[in-house]
């Protein structure tokens, strides 16, 4: 590639009845220029493909280091998830554990509070047999007392001169005379 450099450099042998040294020299002047200018602009250009080939580097890394910290995130958010849900099981399967637990408990107390209800009732119930039992006894005998008294009292003289012809006595002797007639 021919530089600015090399056209200002360049020498050309005299010859007669050549060009006029003049409009070549003028002629290298412009080049000269156009070629500096266009080294300048390739210069510059090549600048700014550096620093956007460096910037795109950059959005590489940048690219890279997101799409790690987007799969470190979603690798934790699965992790966190997988793990809360299996807190979560554990947690229900534990209360649920718990929950039977108290349940049995509760079937139990109340088997057994059902079985001593079931046996107080039976106690009653033969306390209350017993007691009617008792009632009907006391009931036959009050009859029997009632009807034995009655005989006696039936069977008592209307007036007590008809006992041996004697004058009324005392309630005792009466009485006396009385259970003696009975035998």
Same mark, same amino acid.
Not at 41 to 63: C, G, S, W
Not at 73 to 92: F, L, M, P, R, T
């Given at each position: 590639?021919?530089?600015?450099?090399?056209?200002?450099?360049?020498?050309?042998?005299?010859?007669?009845?050549?060009?006029?040294?003049?409009? %070549?020299? /003028?002629?290298?002047?412009?080049?000269? @220029?156009?070629? &500096? $200018?266009?080294? #300048?602009?390739? *210069? =510059? !250009?090549?600048?700014?493909?550096?620093?956007?080939?460096?910037?795109?580097?950059?959005?590489?890394?940048?690219?890279?280091?997101?799409?790690?910290?987007?799969?470190?995130?979603?690798?934790?958010?699965?992790?966190?998830?997988?793990?809360?849900?299996?807190?979560?099981?554990?947690? %229900?399967? /534990?209360?649920?554990?718990?929950?039977? @637990?108290?349940? &049995? $408990?509760?079937? #139990?107390?109340? *088997? =057994? !509070?059902?079985?001593?209800?079931?046996?107080?009732?039976?106690?009653?119930?033969?306390?209350?047999?017993?007691?009617?039992?008792?009632?009907?006894?006391?009931?036959?005998?009050?009859?029997?007392?009632?009807?034995?008294?009655?005989?006696?009292?039936?069977?008592?003289?209307?007036?007590?001169?008809?006992?041996?012809?004697?004058?009324?006595?005392?309630?005792? $002797?009466?009485?006396?005379?009385? *259970?003696?007639?009975?035998?």
């Amino acid at each position: 590639m021919i530089t600015s450099k090399d056209v200002r450099n360049k020498r050309f042998e005299k010859a007669a009845f050549g060009y006029k040294q003049e409009e %070549i020299d /003028e002629f290298f002047q412009q080049l000269e @220029a156009e070629l &500096d $200018e266009m080294e #300048r602009e390739r *210069a =510059e !250009a090549n600048n700014k493909i550096q620093v956007l080939a460096d910037k795109v580097r950059e959005y590489m890394r940048d690219e890279d280091a997101l799409k790690d910290a987007l799969l470190g995130a979603q690798k934790q958010g699965h992790q966190v998830i997988s793990e809360a849900n299996e807190k979560a099981d554990q947690i %229900i399967a /534990e209360a649920q554990a718990k929950a039977d @637990a108290l349940e &049995d $408990e509760a079937v #139990r107390q109340h *088997a =057994e !509070a059902m079985e001593r209800n079931r046996q107080e009732i039976a106690k009653e119930k033969e306390a209350l047999i017993e007691a009617q039992q008792q009632v009907a006894d006391f009931k036959k005998s009050l009859f029997d007392m009632y009807k034995s008294h009655l005989e006696l009292i039936s069977s008592m003289p209307e007036t007590f001169d008809d006992v041996d012809g004697a004058e009324p006595q005392t309630a005792e $002797e009466i009485a006396a005379a009385i *259970a003696s007639e009975e035998e």
